[in-house]
C-alpha cells in the first residue's frame, strides 16, 4: 500500500464527509486496506509513564505515552477486533479539521486485542514507528498490520502534546 494512495483516501473521505450533502445521511466509515501477508495480527495498546521523567512540553507532568504493539498471532478466535482510532480520539482530531462529529467513523483494524503472539515463529525483527509533526499511532495503522502480516513486530507511539491526538485510559484526550 502506497502512503500517497491512503492521504488521497483520507482527503477524499474527508472532502465528502465534510459536504452538505451527506450532513442528512449515515456517516462515511473509513478503514485501513486489510493486510496482504500470510499471519493473524495481535495487537495490545499500553500507556507508559515515566514517573522520573518530566514531560517536555508541559511543566509539572510526568512524561507518559501511548504505544500499540502489532505483532503475528497464533490464534484470533475469542479475541475482539481492535478499532482503528477510538470515536472520541477521532472526533476531537477530526473537530480540528472542521469535521462535525460522527460524520466520519473510524473502522475496525485487523488485528485482534490481547491476542497471544505466534512464539512458533521464534524471534521476530522489531519496527519502531515514531511519527512526528502532530501525527498519530493510527495514522501508520495499515502499514503496521501488514508488517505483522508478514512477521514483524511493530510498535506504535504518540508522543504526548506532539500527536494530533493521544486519548488515555478513562477516554482522557489530549492534543
Given at each position: 500500500m502506497?502512503?500517497t494512495?491512503?492521504?488521497?483516501?483520507v482527503?477524499?473521505l474527508?472532502a465528502?464527509?465534510?459536504?452538505?450533502?451527506?450532513?442528512?445521511?449515515a456517516?462515511?466509515?473509513?478503514?485501513?486496506?486489510?493486510?496482504t501477508?500470510?499471519?493473524?495480527?495481535?495487537?495490545?495498546?499500553?500507556?507508559?509513564?515515566?514517573?522520573s521523567?518530566?514531560?517536555?512540553?508541559?511543566?509539572g507532568?510526568?512524561?507518559?505515552?501511548?504505544i500499540?504493539?502489532w505483532y503475528?498471532?497464533?490464534?484470533?478466535?475469542?479475541?475482539?477486533?481492535?478499532?482503528?482510532?477510538?470515536?472520541?480520539?477521532?472526533d476531537?482530531?477530526?473537530?480540528t479539521?472542521?469535521?462535525?462529529?460522527?460524520?466520519l467513523?473510524?473502522g475496525?483494524?485487523?488485528?485482534?486485542?490481547?491476542?497471544?503472539?505466534?512464539?512458533?515463529l521464534?524471534?521476530?525483527?522489531?519496527?519502531?514507528?515514531?511519527?512526528?509533526a502532530?501525527?498519530?499511532?493510527?495514522?501508520?495503522?495499515?502499514?503496521?498490520?501488514?508488517?505483522?502480516n508478514?512477521?514483524?513486530?511493530v510498535?506504535?507511539?504518540d508522543h504526548t502534546?506532539?500527536?494530533?491526538?493521544?486519548?488515555?485510559?478513562?477516554?482522557?484526550?489530549?492534543?
Open positions: 502506497k502512503r494512495t491512503l492521504v488521497i483516501g482527503v477524499a474527508l465528502v464527509a465534510a459536504t452538505p450533502a451527506v450532513v442528512a445521511s456517516p462515511v466509515r473509513f478503514e485501513p486496506p486489510s493486510p501477508g500470510p499471519h493473524k495480527i495481535g495487537t495490545v495498546a499500553l500507556h507508559l509513564v515515566g514517573k521523567r518530566t514531560d517536555p512540553w508541559v511543566a507532568n510526568k512524561r507518559e505515552l501511548m500499540s504493539i503475528p498471532a497464533r490464534k484470533t478466535a475469542g479475541y475482539p477486533v481492535a478499532p482503528w482510532m477510538s470515536n472520541a480520539a477521532a476531537r482530531y477530526l473537530h479539521l472542521g469535521v462535525p462529529p460522527g460524520k467513523v473510524p475496525a483494524t485487523d488485528g485482534h486485542l490481547g491476542a497471544p503472539a505466534d512464539r512458533r521464534g524471534k521476530l525483527p522489531v519496527l519502531l514507528y515514531s511519527p512526528g502532530n501525527a498519530s499511532r493510527s495514522y501508520g495503522t495499515g502499514v503496521a498490520e501488514e508488517l505483522a508478514r512477521g514483524y513486530v510498535v506504535t507511539m502534546y506532539d500527536a494530533a491526538v493521544v486519548e488515555f485510559p478513562g477516554g482522557r484526550v489530549r492534543n
